[in-house]
């Protein structure tokens, strides 16, 4: 019913940078959050910034990183400069999702797309 399909991974050198995009599409009726986390071989998987109507961070990744989301696309962003080798992870996108005709809202998750960063 819903599908959240992410674009934009890929390999770049220390200080380069990445746009991730990740596009929601069904039978939707409303987003409220929508967030990127991310998860390194062997670590726990971990938010990195989530945008409502402002937006939060990482401490990891402030003053790098911008979440900002294009409501009438149903499309999250995340703007990634000044990427290192510590930011080596596969990243997910997030949505929470109201369906259309019902009241049932719950977290969606996309396939994940992976950021190599060399150093």
């Known amino acids: 019913q819903v599908q959240l399909v992410e674009s934009g991974g890929g390999l770049v050198q220390a200080g380069g940078s990445l746009r991730l995009s990740c596009a929601a599409s069904?039978?939707?009726?409303?987003?409220?959050?929508m967030g990127w986390y991310r998860q390194a071989p062997g670590k726990q998987r971990e938010l990195v910034a989530s945008?409502?109507?402002?937006?939060s961070y990482a401490d990891s990744v402030k003053g790098r990183f911008t979440i900002s989301r294009d409501n009438a696309k149903n499309t999250v962003y995340l703007q990634m400069n000044s990427l290192k080798p510590e930011d080596t992870a596969v990243y997910y996108c997030?949505?929470?999702?109201?369906?259309?005709?019902?009241?049932?809202?719950?977290?969606?998750w996309g396939q994940g797309t992976q950021v190599t960063v060399s150093p």
């Open positions: 997030t949505a929470d999702i109201t369906l259309g005709g019902t009241y049932d809202s719950r977290r969606y």
């Open positions: 069904g039978s939707i009726f409303s987003i409220d959050a």
């Open positions: 945008i409502t109507s402002g937006a």
